[in-house]
């Protein structure tokens, strides 16, 4: 059953996906039609966008299914594994566009194909691309940031190297219009770059989050605050956490006084439990072991 969070991601994606599908077919007309290989690659970024949010869509189903007896912890980390499949299209989409500009460069007689004029069209088609898609990526970051969703995040980086890579198809077109034909394939190759450091971020994000990274600093401090104000804890002896998809598993030691007996011990770890959990949306669980600890410092009730 679809939560809010899911369904909201859901519409954001199928809104990208429109968007994308027609402006990718924009954008290639616009390339055949202005003889502009840098906005054909555009084009072909774009289309993988498409691809890229179907990935997003499969992702944040499958990390909002519930625990089962095969994954007894959740599926977040599906989340996860989308992420890293992206951060694969997107990468090879770049190297793709890479190869194909330095082909041109240095393989082909760009003024035999009419790289060194390309139409207007194609520079009109750029201008478009660019505020579509830097107003894409706002739309789906704010979506993203909403549900902490790292797939979703991922997509809209995607956006925004696609918007980096139509600023680098204008200037390339620009520059062949005015004469130099080497500035449309080189433009591609400027774009390669820029949508390959956008998928090693994504990827290295999502690593980080699949091989149990700790949560950052600033929200164990606040955890640690929250856990010293409790009735019952004297101290905290270790935190650790660990990101499982877009949520924190933590476990905790705290001290208590030794002279408590097992009901009063229990109820204090059960108080830290569920003030964690509930002040701390992120945590999906917290386990709490209480060491004994002479009573002097104690702040029993």
């Given at each position: 059953?679809?939560?809010?969070?899911?369904?909201?991601?859901?519409?954001?994606?199928?809104?990208a996906?429109?968007?994308?599908?027609?402006?990718?077919?924009?954008?290639?007309?616009?390339?055949?039609?202005?003889?502009?290989?840098?906005?054909?690659?555009?084009?072909?970024?774009?289309f993988?966008?498409?691809?890229?949010?179907?990935?997003?869509?499969?992702?944040?189903?499958?990390?909002?299914k519930?625990?089962?007896k095969?994954?007894?912890?959740?599926?977040?980390?599906?989340?996860?594994?989308?992420?890293?499949?992206?951060?694969?299209?997107?990468?090879?989409?770049?190297?793709?566009?890479?190869?194909?500009?330095?082909k041109?460069?240095?393989?082909?007689?760009?003024?035999?194909?009419?790289?060194?004029?390309p139409?207007?069209?194609?520079l009109?088609?750029?201008?478009?691309?660019?505020?579509?898609?830097?107003?894409?990526?706002?739309y789906t970051?704010?979506?993203?940031?909403?549900?902490?969703?790292g797939?979703?995040m991922?997509d809209?980086?995607h956006?925004?190297s696609?918007?980096?890579?139509?600023?680098?198809?204008?200037?390339?077109?620009?520059?062949?219009?005015?004469?130099?034909?080497?500035f449309?394939p080189?433009?591609?190759?400027?774009?390669?770059?820029?949508?390959?450091?956008?998928?090693?971020?994504?990827?290295?994000?999502?690593?980080?989050?699949?091989?149990?990274?700790?949560?950052?600093?600033?929200?164990?401090d606040?955890?640690r605050?929250?856990?010293?104000?409790q009735?019952?804890?004297?101290?905290?002896?270790?935190?650790?956490?660990?990101?499982?998809?877009?949520?924190?598993?933590?476990?905790?030691?705290?001290?208590?006084?030794?002279?408590?007996?097992?009901?009063d011990?229990?109820?204090?770890?059960?108080?830290?439990?569920?003030?964690i959990?509930?002040?701390?949306?992120?945590?999906?669980?917290?386990?709490?072991?209480?060491?004994?600890?002479?009573?002097?410092?104690?702040?029993?009730?």
């Amino acid at each position: 059953m679809e939560n809010s969070d899911e369904r909201f991601a859901v519409t954001v994606s199928k809104n990208a996906i429109a968007i994308n599908s027609t402006l990718s077919i924009l954008k290639l007309s616009a390339g055949v039609l202005g003889h502009s290989s840098a906005m054909i690659s555009d084009a072909v970024h774009t289309f993988s966008d498409t691809l890229s949010t179907i990935i997003v869509i499969i992702g944040v189903k499958l990390a909002n299914k519930e625990s089962d007896k095969e994954h007894p912890y959740g599926h977040e980390r599906f989340e996860c594994v989308a992420a890293i499949i992206l951060a694969a299209v997107l990468f090879m989409t770049g190297v793709g566009i890479g190869v194909d500009g330095v082909k041109k460069i240095f393989f082909t007689k760009l003024a035999a194909d009419g790289a060194a004029n390309p139409g207007l069209i194609a520079l009109a088609a750029a201008v478009l691309s660019i505020a579509v898609k830097e107003a894409m990526y706002r739309y789906t970051k704010f979506a993203a940031k909403k549900i902490d969703s790292g797939a979703l995040m991922a997509d809209a980086w995607h956006h925004r190297s696609d918007a980096l890579s139509s600023i680098g198809s204008f200037i390339g077109i620009l520059g062949a219009k005015l004469g130099f034909a080497f500035f449309d394939p080189l433009a591609g190759i400027v774009i390669c770059l820029f949508i390959l450091k956008t998928a090693v971020d994504i990827f290295m994000d999502a690593v980080g989050k699949m091989t149990d990274r700790s949560c950052p600093e600033l929200m164990t401090d606040e955890i640690r605050g929250v856990i010293l104000t409790q009735n019952g804890v004297i101290g905290i002896d270790q935190i650790r956490t660990r990101a499982f998809g877009n949520k924190v598993y933590m476990d905790l030691e705290i001290s208590a006084n030794e002279n408590v007996n097992l009901r009063d011990a229990h109820e204090i770890a059960h108080r830290v439990h569920d003030i964690i959990e509930r002040r701390f949306p992120k945590v999906k669980h917290c386990m709490v072991h209480v060491n004994p600890v002479a009573a002097d410092d104690s702040k029993l009730d």
